[in-house]
């Protein structure tokens, strides 16, 4: 198993600004996920970030509004970028599958105004 | 394109019997997994099915048939705290997650 810490839980912005948002996992995993989940929605891959590597981004979503750091197996950070009202979702990271399940992080609810 | 199928809402009552069903089109397979999600937490882990046939946890079951797509997850004996979201997601053959919409369960007294 693994546990994922993530933080903030929750933020509200002003539009324009940025936000970075961190996960820490209890264990060395190679790929950590970034998903988004907008009200009433399911999980939307944005990026696959390995660690050694460029993060691998889903169609739809961008380095230059997404980017992602990996520095190392067991951290990543997400930061979303020049913030719009459209950006207000949970922004979860995600560990796995391995064998048999994902693990999450609590989550981040951000809200821009 | 890939594709999974859950219905957005049921309703059941407390102590009653309910069934999820998902069906999916994946460009390979490698594993369907059940998760359960209250408002404003992340998904946990409920079931995982690779093999055709049922797996039983408690209150909660899980089927899978490979030939027909489909899947269903069987929540038994009711609690109000069941209610929440319920997310069907399939393992493609690249090994990543697709996930369907997700079925809200309302429970009622």
């Known amino acids: 198993s693994a546990v994922i810490s993530q933080k903030p839980s929750r933020d509200i912005c002003q539009r324009g600004t940025s936000l970075t948002i961190q996960c820490q996992v209890d264990?060395?995993?190679?790929?950590m996920f970034w998903y988004r989940q907008q009200p009433g929605q399911s999980l939307t891959l944005i990026a696959t970030?390995?660690?050694?590597?460029?993060?691998?981004?889903e169609s739809g979503f961008v380095i230059d509004k997404f980017p992602i750091s990996r520095p190392n197996l067991t951290f990543s950070t997400l930061t979303v970028s020049n913030m719009s009202p459209e950006d207000s979702s949970i922004y979860l990271c995600s560990v796995g599958p391995g064998d048999t399940e994902a693990f999450f992080g609590q989550g981040t609810r951000l809200t821009v105004v | 394109g890939q594709n999974i199928d859950q219905p957005t809402e049921m309703t059941a009552t407390e102590g009653a019997i309910v069934q999820i069903n998902c069906t999916y089109q994946?460009?390979?397979?490698?594993?369907l997994f059940w998760y359960q999600q209250h408002a404003g937490e992340a998904p946990t882990f409920l079931s995982y099915?690779?093999l055709d046939g049922l797996e039983e946890k408690g209150r909660f079951s899980s089927f899978l048939s490979r030939s027909k797509g489909y899947s269903y997850l069987l929540l038994k004996e009711l609690q109000m705290k069941d209610s929440a979201s319920y997310l069907c997601?399939?393992?493609?053959?690249?090994?990543?997650?697709?996930w369907g919409a997700g079925t809200k369960l309302i429970i009622k007294p």
């Open positions: 994946t460009s390979g397979f490698n594993g």
């Open positions: 997601a399939v393992r493609d053959s690249n090994y990543q997650l697709i």
């Open positions: 264990s060395q995993v190679t790929m």
């Open positions: 970030a390995n660690q050694g590597s460029e993060a691998t981004y």
């Open positions: 099915n690779v």
